[in-house]
């Protein structure tokens, strides 16, 4: 029972994990088998697409959202509009986002509205504790990220299940890269090296990858001891969406006046079951 502010930052109870992938043109067959990794272990997950592929599904435990790129010389469009409509025409039901290489702007924000968008995951602030989504004027929910294999990679820590943020008290959704699952990495280079000798990642095959695969503690190894953790104490998993929602649901249940007096302000706690 949380009594206070305090308490609540204390608190270890906040144990629901969201898993997100940043697909990155990884190819279908990297898609499929990451998939199938999720299929085994009954785990959630939301991707962020920066293509069109048959393997991904919407489901009640895979949500599609976007990936964009805002990048000079982006194959999405030129402007932030056009971006996001290409992203509307690929995947036409999704409500979130989170850009590639996490750009962001406060117009930005308003343009995710307008496009009819519910949240962005833009926010990466690494092992920093007590993590809630909150609201914007633009009727985005923001959902800030604990963790992501890449900046995991940066830090040189070793690929350990103790080396995740999962006893910080608040949200811990977590981001990973398919074609670093896949390639099982254990440093930053490895696919910096593979993309030098594979440009177009669209066309790679699983033989011209598999000189790549890492052997080892990687991202792979980490993701197969992170499912078998969340299985073994019965830790629930969640697609963002969910998480938008049930953070709708608790402001409508406080009202608006509630949200905005401190005196009345408790952190939003989102426990899956
Ligand atoms: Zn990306």
């Known amino acids: 029972m949380i009594e206070s502010y305090e308490d609540a930052l204390n608190s270890k109870e906040w144990r629901s994990i969201g898993l997100t992938f940043d697909t990155d043109w990884a190819p279908d067959f990297v898609l499929r088998e990451l998939v199938d990794e999720l299929d085994r272990f009954g785990l959630k997950a939301t991707f962020f697409a920066t293509n069109p592929t048959d393997v991904l599904a919407e489901s009640d435990r895979l949500e599609i959202a976007w990936h964009p ?33 996490l750009i962001q702007s406060s117009n930005l924000l308003r343009a995710l509205s307008r496009h009819g968008l519910r949240y962005d995951s833009n926010l990466l602030l690494y092992d920093l504790p007590y993590l809630q989504p909150f609201a914007t004027f633009y009727d985005i929910v923001r959902i800030p990220y604990v963790w992501s294999d890449a900046s995991h990679l940066l830090t040189g820590r070793p690929l350990e299940l103790g080396t995740l943020p999962l006893d910080l008290p608040g949200l811990k959704v977590l981001d990973l890269h398919p074609m670093l699952w896949y390639l099982n990495s254990t440093s930053p280079g ?33 993701l197969e001891r992170l499912a078998s953790r969340i299985v073994a104490e019965g830790v629930a998993t969640y697609r963002l969406i969910e998480l938008q929602q049930a953070f709708r649901d608790r402001q409508v249940e406080l009202g608006a006046a509630a949200v905005t007096d401190p005196g009345e302000f408790r952190p939003f706690k989102f426990e899956m079951r």
């Open 69 to 101: 790129n805002f990048m000079p010389g982006s194959s999405h469009g030129a402007t932030t509009d056009e971006v996001l409509e290409t992203c509307r025409k690929w995947f036409p039901r999704s409500v979130g986002m989170r850009s590639h290489g």
């Open 190 to 222: 490895d696919y910096a090296e593979l993309k030098a000798h594979h440009p177009r990642l669209d066309r790679l095959t699983a033989a011209e990858a598999s000189p790549f695969v890492q052997s080892g503690s990687g991202v792979r190894t980490l």
